[in-house]
């Protein structure tokens, strides 16, 4: 079964507390992300947008007791001094479990 997970990063990737929120991604463009999945898993990515906002559209499929992940590269210096971080996200199809590491 194929499942679209849409990120939105409305406002991208915002740190707190701040007078104005910091980006750290503004999702103009994908190439800084990479992808694996367990074999007999699978992901795709793409930058979309909706002439507003920029977001990465990942369309993947899990197999029984599988994974997939998402990765980029952020600084650790940019979230010196942080105590949040914010992010939004639209999917549908099934339900999956979104993990942050």
């Known amino acids: 079964m194929s499942t679209m ?3 939105t990063w409305v406002g991208t990737w915002l740190i707190a507390p ?7 991604d503004d999702m103009t463009g994908i ?3 990479n992808y694996a999945a ?8 793409r930058g979309v947008t909706d002439k507003e906002t920029y977001a990465m559209q990942i369309d993947y499929m899990v197999a029984k007791d599988g994974w997939v992940s998402l990765y980029r590269e952020i600084s ?12 939004s996200f639209k999917g549908n199809g099934a339900p999956h479990t979104l993990e942050l590491k």
């Open 18 to 24: 701040a007078t104005k929120p910091i980006i750290i």
């Open 5 to 7: 997970f849409y990120f």
């Open 38 to 45: 367990l074999p007999g898993s699978s992901v795709a990515i």
């Open 76 to 87: 650790s210096g940019a979230f010196a001094g942080t105590k949040a971080i914010g992010f």
């Open 31 to 33: 190439s800084v992300w």
